[in-house]
């Protein structure tokens, strides 16, 4: 798994991970979010092409953040309900696969940060029948969830790479 940073360029998982290590240690103290959303679009082509960019955020709180983005291709066409669930089931992939690596670092002082999931949906327009389920389902997974206009992780960082 690759994820593309606007100042380190291309790096594996294991180096993003470093990456968000060296951030937080220079200000240890501070308190971290560390965020995870989806964003996609559809590309009209034959056949249709959808475009998913997930991004990775750690957000020092009050001290601004870092970023780190990368893009899935999913070939056919597919409604809005499978779309919002495909957001939602590649931020889920990312922050599980996160944990699991941070879980293997000695000394991560995983109580320093919490770990949210920003989703693309919010109370108006055609996803909001779907606000209860998706937030239902990675609540029960154990993350904490943000939805329009919380959710910038998705509707704004994730967004300006698709």
Not at 40 to 46: A, G, L, P, T, V
Not at 93 to 99: F, G, P
Request: aromatic share 12%.
């Amino acid at each position: 798994m690759y994820f593309y940073s606007p100042t380190q360029g291309l790096l594996k998982f294991e180096d993003l991970v470093r990456a968000v290590f060296e951030f937080i240690r220079e200000e240890p103290k501070c308190h971290y979010r560390v965020i995870i959303g989806t964003d996609s679009r559809d590309f009209r082509e034959n056949p249709p092409v959808q475009v998913f960019v997930t991004a990775l955020i750690v957000h020092r709180v009050g001290h601004g953040g870092r970023y780190f983005w990368r893009r899935s291709h999913w070939r056919g066409a597919i409604d809005i309900r499978n779309k919002i669930y495909g957001e939602a089931w590649l931020s889920l992939q990312v922050s599980q696969k996160l944990l699991q690596v941070l879980r293997s670092y000695p000394d991560n002082h995983l109580s320093n940060y919490d770990v949210e999931i920003h989703i693309d949906i919010g109370n108006n327009g055609p996803t909001r029948t779907l606000i209860k389920e998706i937030v239902g389902m990675i609540e029960n997974m154990g993350f904490v969830v943000k939805v329009k206009p919380e959710s910038f992780g998705a509707s704004r960082v994730a967004h300006r790479h698709t």
